[in-house]
């Protein structure tokens, strides 16, 4: 019984910023990836940010140098730092786990860029 939950998602300026948290508990025995999607109304559900188990990240073009994603392994917990916030940001973010015992969505968090 793996759960994810996700916080601190909400509204914020254009230019502003957030950081998501995503904590993962229940039988995970160990994690190979965790990440972050987002999907906006109207498309897809789409990649924002990747880390391996090995530290390794990956991120969307369209976020470079404004996201960051990082983790505290000790507390199953993985973060996604959003600087430089802009309208077309608006998303529902969800976190993602891939563990040694199958693949886990998070519930969903609202985030609204205003202009």
């Known amino acids: 019984q793996v759960q994810l939950v996700e916080s601190g998602g909400g509204l914020v300026q254009a230019g502003g910023s957030l950081r998501l948290s995503c904590a993962a508990s229940g039988s995970i025995l160990s994690i190979n990836v965790m990440g972050w999607y987002r999907q906006a109304p109207g498309k897809q559900r789409d990649v924002v940010a990747v880390?391996?188990?090995?530290?390794?990240?990956s991120y969307a073009d369209s976020v470079k140098g404004r996201f960051t994603i990082s983790r505290d392994n000790a507390k199953n917990t993985v973060y996604l730092q959003m600087n430089s916030l802009k309208p077309e940001d608006t998303a529902v973010y969800y976190c993602r786990l891939v563990a040694g015992t199958g693949a886990y969505w998070g519930q969903g968090t609202q985030v609204t860029v205003s202009s």
């Open positions: 880390m391996s188990s090995g530290g390794s990240t």
